[in-house]
């Protein structure tokens, strides 16, 4: 059973930072994808960004050059910097997990959400 919590979400005016963390519990199957998805009101959940287990990285071409992915070296904390952040950034971000890979960064694939974590930018 995987557990996902996020934090560092909150208010910043446009052209500011966040850094998200996610702490992963639980044992991950060693064939797997985590990543940081986000929905604001009106809008279908979105994915912004995905590791494997083969270390490949993919990330959403709205926020390429100003987000990136990370981990910590032991693998258990993912890290979503965000730079350069606009107003269509703004939502509720999400870490989420599964078992096995495919096609990045589609929602309906992943199993495991954490609860989310509100990030709003202002113009």
């Known amino acids: 059973q995987v557990q996902l919590v996020e934090s560092g979400g909150g208010s910043v005016q446009a052209g500011g930072s966040l850094r998200l963390s996610c702490s992963v519990f639980?044992?991950?199957?060693?064939?797997?994808?985590m990543g940081w998805f986000r929905q604001s009101p009106g809008k279908e959940r979105e994915g912004v960004a995905e590791i494997n287990n083969l270390d490949t990285v993919t990330i959403a071409d709205s926020v390429a050059g100003r987000f990136t992915f990370s981990q910590n070296n032991a693998g258990n904390i993912l890290y979503l910097q965000m730079n350069k952040l606009k107003p269509e950034d703004t939502g509720t971000y999400y870490c989420?997990?599964?078992?096995?890979?495919?096609?990045?960064?589609?929602?309906?694939?992943?199993?495991?959400w954490g609860q989310g974590t509100q990030v709003t930018v202002s113009s």
């Open positions: 639980g044992f991950p199957s060693p064939y797997y994808s």
């Open positions: 989420a997990y599964r078992a096995g890979s495919g096609r990045p960064l589609v929602p309906s694939s992943y199993t495991n």
